[in-house]
Each structure stands twice: as C-alpha cells, then as structure tokens.
C-alpha cells in the first residue's frame, strides 16, 4: 500500500525513480540506516567494484584474448562482433562474480532488534562489543581485499601490451554500469509494477476498488501488529 500510494499508474515513475535512488550503490550510501553506517556501505560497494574489474582481468587472461608486452604475435579475433560479445560476457559475469566476497563480508554484519533489562546493562555492553568487533574484521579483511584486487589490476595492465588496455576499460565499465544502474534500475522497476499488477488482479477478481483494498490492508497490518517491534533497538 505504501508503495503504490494512490493506486494509481501515474504514480509510477515517481515511484520507480525513488527506488531506484535508494537502490543504486552510491544513492544507498546516503541513505540513513539503524543497522550499517555508510561507510561500510561504501567499504562493501567498493569491494564489489574492484573485485569485477580483477575477475575481468582474470577472465582476460583465460580467454588468451591479451598479449604481453613482450609478445610478437596477435592472435586475437579481427571481428567486431566477436570482440563485443566477449568484452560484454567478460563484464557481466565478472560483476555475478565479484558479489561473493560482498556476500562473506556480508554474513559478519548480522544485526537484528534486541531486548535487555536497562541500558548499559552487561549484556547490552557485550553485544556493544560483539558487534563492534565484527565490524573492525570486516574493515579489515575489506580492505585487504580491496588492496589486493588493486594490486593485481595494476600488475595486469602493467603486463599486457598497450593496445588491450581499451578492451580491458570497456568491459570494466560493464561492469560498474551493471552494477551501479542496470541492476538497481531492474529491481526499481520490478517491484512497483508488480505491485500494481497484483492490485489490479486482486481488485478485480474481488470487484472492490483499489483505494479500499489499500484501507483494508492497512487497517489489517495496524490491528495485527505486524510492524510493530516487540523488541528495543540498541
């Protein structure tokens, strides 16, 4: 209900164009939030940017699409077509990849409501400190990801002959486009469509109209409870 607003498919691009500010990794960075501060958030988007581009390094090194410096022969592919089609698998399937260390790190953030006696009591220290510590390790082992990938980034291009280092930026950038509009603008757009397609289902197979259907769910989550928190945030 919150999400389609009026009901009405007017409200659509708005709505799309929020979500996907909220969505998109550098717009999620702004964004407030109880649970990770932003600069962890910048510390995870990070690793997944420097991580695509050293797998698209890795992958360009599998493929023997690259020459040394050192190399006489060129045996890559003349076509364009061919050239594009890798430079984009390259992209794409080093950004599906580059989520799994994001994905590790991810698992160390785990932060949920808790309930305690008063505050400052010791279990309320304790789990202050637990999480305290989890969040030191994953600055740590982020970072040292991220200096890893930089390192081997600038010992590819410094082994690859000149004229790959164009074919190398092209499928980086597919990736940070991947990752940074193409995905988000997808899942921005998902989900208030569906929401207003299942609105309009539902309205009508029931035949009640669609501000209705709103006000009975809503009256429904209050008398339920089911945003309420039971429980205090520390």
Not at 72 to 83: A, I
Not at 96 to 103: H, T
Not at 109 to 129: A, I, M, N, V
Request: hydrophobic share 45%; with cysteine.
């Amino acid at each position: 209900a919150h999400i389609l607003g009026s009901g009405q498919c007017g409200a659509l691009p708005r709505i799309v164009l929020r979500l996907f500010l909220v969505q998109n990794p550098l717009g999620a960075v702004l964004v407030y939030c109880n649970f990770m501060s932003s600069g962890l958030r910048a510390l995870f988007f990070m690793c997944d940017v420097m991580g695509a581009l050293m797998l698209g390094s890795v992958f360009f090194q599998a493929s023997g699409s690259v020459t040394g410096k050192r190399s006489r022969g060129n045996c890559t592919s003349n076509n364009p077509q061919e050239q594009l089609g890798r430079l984009l698998a390259i992209g794409v399937g080093s950004i599906l990849l580059s989520g799994i260390p994001g994905v590790f790190l991810g698992s160390m953030h785990t932060r949920s409501f808790k309930k305690f006696e008063y505050e400052g009591c010791p279990e309320w220290d304790r789990q202050l400190r637990s999480w305290r510590i989890q969040d030191r390790m994953i600055w740590f082992f982020g970072l040292l990801y991220t200096g890893f990938c930089v390192f081997f980034i600038m010992v590819f291009l410094a082994n690859i002959s000149p004229a790959d280092h164009h074919g190398w930026a092209i499928s980086g950038i597919v990736s940070v486009v991947e990752d940074t509009i193409v995905i988000p603008f997808c899942v921005a757009l998902f989900v208030p469509v569906l929401a207003t397609l299942t609105l309009h289902f539902v309205s009508c197979a029931k035949k009640v109209e669609k501000q209705e259907l709103i006000r009975q769910r809503r009256q429904q989550i209050h008398e339920e409870g089911i945003l309420t928190l039971p429980v205090v945030s520390v």
